[in-house]
């Protein structure tokens, strides 16, 4: 087994770091993305019930509908 040295000592506190900073990176960009998800829950369920309304309000049912002029 190879004795602990200066340089594997300091290659191994360059790669701790380097796992850090990128776990840093991806717990910021995961929680970045936690925001989006939530913005497009809301716009989702406000298109979701924007299409509700325009459905109830608009289109008659099959049942009450004339039928075109040539039957």
């Known amino acids: 087994m190879k004795e602990n040295s200066p340089e594997t000592n ?3 506190e ?3 770091a380097y796992l850090e ?3 840093e990176r ?3 960009e995961l929680y ?3 925001l989006i998800i939530k913005k497009q829950e809301i716009q989702l369920k406000y298109l979701a019930n924007k299409l509700k309304a325009y459905e109830s309000s608009n289109i008659a049912p099959r ?3 004339t039928p ?3 039957y």
């Open 32 to 34: 970045e993305q936690g």
């Open 14 to 16: 360059t790669r701790l």
């Open 21 to 23: 900073y990128n776990q």
């Open 10 to 12: 300091e290659d191994l």
């Open 63 to 65: 049942s009450e509908e």
């Open 26 to 28: 991806l717990s910021q």
């Open 68 to 70: 075109p002029p040539h």
